[in-house]
């Protein structure tokens, strides 16, 4: 992944001095277990350029215990290899001079002065359709260029690729053009792979100060780096009162377990940020504890099987139900796999508490020591599964795996209004699908007429009028196991 700068023209020659970098000098650092080199492919009065390219630490990624794995779900994703908020943060120390227009006093003058930039960055991995993409940025005044990859597709897949390089040409000041970008990329990407913090809305203030406040996409922009109505709030109250926020606390950068649970479960978190009482549960905990009570008041709960179990969380809170005594806890993630079993081992030891057994696998892929356990569960791992592929899945399960009891959570998309989000707007990019409560309860009525199964439907999270809860839940029992 990369960003391009090039300047041409008067003052060209000025671009290395504002990035405070010397053109005959290779800058190669280490940042958050990634190579930031920057490289000066042309340097005169009349045109200078400077490559930054970022590559992830191959050895770094498979460590369990790196820092490298913030962003690295149980699921596989793209976040170390496309530019987003966490190339980003690869790339801010490096240009920290530039975005800060600190250079040295006798190139002072120049930060404030306009260049003919040419800016080019990817691979982004954008939602964006290329209209809206190209908005976000003319309406800066630059000529935007969107270029996708070179592919040899016999059939139609290019064009319809959400990847692409962006190639920005105008007039700008090199301090401006940086911070639009720390802005908009992120907001390309909407995603961010920290917990978004007051201190995120300080820097969106700071970076967005004489282009944001008038953009005409300044509403998409908000909502797609601060994410939460709360957020977008406060930064509109920080604005109005003319941009000093009090009391900022430093971001909540949670290594490794933060990455999963802001994925299932940021939504919960914002909304407990925004109520002035203590903060609530997260949305996560709060789906831990109601399963864990759930398999606590069932008869048969010896043997359990926690399917997408990730870095263990859920299967070390069961381990402590008593009666449990043996669970397996299956995930094809060998790093997450990994953080885990470095979990697991601080159960060792502990009387009458069941070590879980890392197994890795998928539910794709059957498993015969998995059969006739007394409890399967899912937890919020459905959604991730195209629905065209689900079918297959279920019916292994209950044709197969037949569990005494099988406990789905699944996220409720009539519950994302509360949320303020919009109407086709997936709490996760990973999510294939989500179900209002009708449709959920539908495909679960479908299982207990094709199989000896009934189910119960219940709720997990904050109760809203209208919408329900934020998480469903189905409990499914063998017709011939006792409650």
């Given at each position: ?10 003052g ?10 010397n ?12 190579r ?5 492919t ?8 400077a ?16 820092s ?23 790339i ?13 006093e006798?190139y ?41 990859g070179?592919?040899g ?7 319809r ?55 005409p ?15 977008i ?5 920080l604005?109005?009162s003319g941009?000093?926020?009090?009391g900022?606390?430093a ?20 909304a ?34 926690d ?67 007394d ?54 990019g ?27 439907l ?11 809860y ?13 409650l």
């Amino acid at each position: 992944m990369h960003l391009i700068i090039r300047a041409i023209g008067a003052g060209a020659g000025m671009l290395s001095h504002l990035l405070a970098k010397n053109p005959n000098n290779l800058y190669d650092r280490m940042e958050k277990d990634a190579r930031v080199r920057i490289v000066f492919t042309a340097s005169s009065e009349d045109e200078t350029e400077a490559v930054i390219f970022v590559t992830p630490d191959p050895v770094e990624l498979v460590k369990g215990a790196s820092s490298a794995h913030n962003d690295i779900t149980q699921y596989i994703n793209d976040r170390e290899f496309v530019v987003s908020s966490l190339f980003c943060t690869y790339i801010r120390s490096a240009l920290g001079t530039a975005l800060n227009g600190k250079t040295k006093e006798a190139y002072r003058p120049w930060a404030g002065r306009k260049l003919a930039l040419e800016l080019t960055f990817g691979p982004v991995a954008s939602n964006l359709p290329d209209v809206a993409l190209e908005g976000l940025f003319t309406a800066l005044g630059y000529e935007v260029l969107l270029e996708r990859g070179h592919a040899g597709y016999t059939f139609d897949l290019k064009s319809r690729s959400s990847v692409r390089y962006i190639r920005l040409k105008g007039m700008q000041t090199l301090q401006t053009a940086l911070r639009q970008l720390f802005v908009l990329i992120p907001a390309l990407d909407d995603y961010k792979h920290y917990y978004i913090s007051d201190d995120e809305v300080d820097k969106i203030r700071r970076y967005g100060e004489g282009w944001l406040e008038d953009h005409p996409q300044r509403g998409l922009i908000l909502k797609r780096t601060l994410r939460f109505a709360g957020a977008i709030r406060q930064y509109e109250s920080l604005m109005s009162s003319g941009g000093h926020l009090a009391g900022t606390q430093a971001p909540d950068e949670e290594a490794g377990e933060m990455a999963r649970e802001e994925a299932l479960s940021l939504p919960g978190a914002a909304a407990a940020a925004e109520a002035d009482a203590a903060p609530k549960a997260r949305l996560n905990d709060l789906r831990y504890a109601a399963i864990a009570d759930v398999v606590e008041n069932l008869s048969l709960r010896r043997s359990i099987v926690d399917f997408g179990s990730g870095e263990g969380k859920l299967s070390a809170r069961l381990s402590s139900v008593p009666g449990v005594r043996e669970i397996k806890a299956v995930e094809p993630s060998a790093a997450t796999q990994l953080r885990a079993m470095d979990r697991f081992a601080k159960l060792e030891g502990k009387a009458g508490v069941p070590v879980p057994e890392p197994v890795t696998g998928s539910l794709f892929y059957y498993d015969e020591s998995l059969r006739n356990k007394d409890v399967m569960i899912l937890c919020e791992v459905i959604e991730h599964i195209d629905e065209y592929r689900l079918g297959r899945v279920m019916d292994t399960i209950f044709h197969e795996y037949t569990p005494g009891t099988l406990i789905i959570t699944t996220p409720n998309k009539e519950y994302n209004e509360v949320y303020e989000m919009d109407q086709e707007e997936m709490r996760h990019g990973d999510h294939r699908f989500e179900w209002s409560r009708e449709a959920f309860a539908a495909w679960c009525s479908r299982w207990t007429e094709a199989y000896n199964y009934s189910v119960r439907l219940s709720g997990i999270g904050e109760f809203a009028q209208d919408y329900g809860y934020p998480t469903q839940m189905a409990i499914f029992t063998k017709e011939d196991t006792l409650l």
